[in-house]
């Protein structure tokens, strides 16, 4: 069975500063690990992915998270943020590259900017 | 990247009325959906898995007869609340992924639904 742990609820930072959010993962199959946003009363947005390859992934508004096997991890980072990027938060898992496959949420994290 | 369109947006309705809300995948073709809940500053939790042409799969602690979930066609799925109440107001938010080689899921915008 797949679970994703995300630790923080909510993380508050400042404009400019460096956005951390974290993701550790419990997959018994090789995972593929997903962030989404989402900004009030909207759906999903992917971020980034990682499927095989590269463990450095870069995604969309200048977010890359990197998957660390032997920590089970994959942290979202932005190195600095921005007013616009006060959002929710999603890391997810799918056990396989199946279409059929539901993804697996963390409880999502809050993050805030402040100005 | 593919589009879903998910449809209403935001419904009001009356306790014992029932509501459809829709799910379609614009630009490609989905044999399954997928459907969450999400109760306010709560992750999605994942009610039922549509599939195109068969009885849906619901997750444990979900009521089949109060969510009826309908796949009539490879772009379109349909989830109904029926006789619904407060307790059913919430967020759902529909999710169909690609197939092929590098699937991914792309979500509807969501549709929050207030049950007065």
């Known amino acids: 069975a797949q679970s994703v742990t995300q630790l923080g609820s909510h993380v508050s930072v400042s404009e400019g500063a460096l956005v951390l959010l974290r993701c550790n993962y419990s997959?018994?199959?090789?995972?593929?690990l997903f962030w989404y946003v989402q900004y009030p009363n909207q759906g999903l947005q992917l971020l980034l992915k990682y499927t095989t390859g590269a463990t450095l992934v870069k995604g969309i508004n200048g977010f890359e998270a990197e998957f660390k096997k032997s920590e089970t991890s994959f942290h979202l980072t932005k190195p600095s943020a921005h007013m616009s990027d006060a959002a929710e938060y999603f890391c997810a898992v799918s056990p396989l590259n199946s279409g059929n496959t539901p993804l697996v949420f963390g409880k999502g994290t809050r993050l805030s900017v402040i100005a | 990247g593919a589009v879903v369109s998910q449809h209403p947006s935001r419904v009001i309705c009356k306790s014992g009325t029932s509501v459809k809300i829709e799910c379609r995948s614009l630009?490609?073709?989905?044999?399954?959906m997928f459907w969450y809940r999400q109760f306010p500053k709560q992750s999605l939790m994942l009610m039922a898995t549509s599939n195109e042409g068969s009885k849906a799969t619901y997750e444990q602690g979900v009521e089949k007869d109060k969510f009826l979930i309908n796949h009539a066609s490879l772009t379109l799925s349909t989830l109904t609340v029926t006789s619904a109440h407060p307790e059913d107001s919430s967020f759902y938010i529909c999710?169909?992924?690609?197939?092929?080689?590098?699937?991914?899921?792309?979500f509807g915008q969501g549709t929050r639904l207030t049950v007065v």
């Open positions: 630009d490609f073709q989905a044999t399954t």
């Open positions: 999710s169909a992924p690609t197939q092929g080689h590098n699937t991914e899921a792309f």
């Open positions: 997959s018994s199959v090789p995972p593929y």
